[in-house]
């Protein structure tokens, strides 16, 4: 399953973007829970992926998520949602993050273009101070009306 590839370490993910970065190409970062995937998250993913040549996507490790939205969360474990996101062809990788916010992933990445779901606004969003440093953009998409985790998992548990 080739896909699974797209799971990277840090390691491999800094690696990676240097390589990128050689050969001129736009690396996009976001990152979220990803916590049962639905075509809201499609879209966004797929729109995020538009801006560059590659789509890094940090995502939550299951203890951040806990720590984040409480002890019943995530629904879905860390290797799960990090396969199903690998298994989509708008994202090119994927990074775990254990830590509350992606700051330091972002600091190792240095993306071109930093992306969040449109109920943040650009100067809210976590390392945008360092990608606008960097010269690079900080963009806030518009979210897709009437999908939610959280909704499904609140239907799921009537």
Not at 47 to 56: C, I, S, V
Not at 62 to 84: T, W, Y
Request: charged content about 25%.
């Amino acid at each position: 399953m080739r896909y699974l590839d797209k799971i990277m370490t840090w390691e491999q993910a800094a690696a990676k973007r240097k390589k990128l970065a050689a050969e001129g190409r736009r690396v996009v970062f976001t990152n979220g829970c990803f916590d049962l995937l639905h075509p809201g998250h499609l879209r966004y993913l797929t729109e995020a992926r538009d801006l560059g040549d590659f789509l890094m996507v940090g995502l939550n490790s299951d203890r951040s998520i806990s720590k984040l939205k409480g002890p019943l969360r995530p629904m879905c474990p860390e290797p799960v949602r990090a396969e199903m996101l690998a298994g989509l062809a708008a994202v090119d990788a994927v990074v775990v993050f254990g830590q509350d916010t992606p700051l330091e992933l972002i600091s190792l990445i240095r993306p071109d273009i930093l992306v969040k779901g449109g109920d943040w606004k650009p100067e809210q969003i976590v390392g945008s101070d360092i990608v606008l440093a960097d010269g690079g953009q900080v963009r806030s998409l518009l979210l897709a009306e009437g999908f939610s985790s959280t909704d499904l998992i609140e239907r799921i548990r009537r």
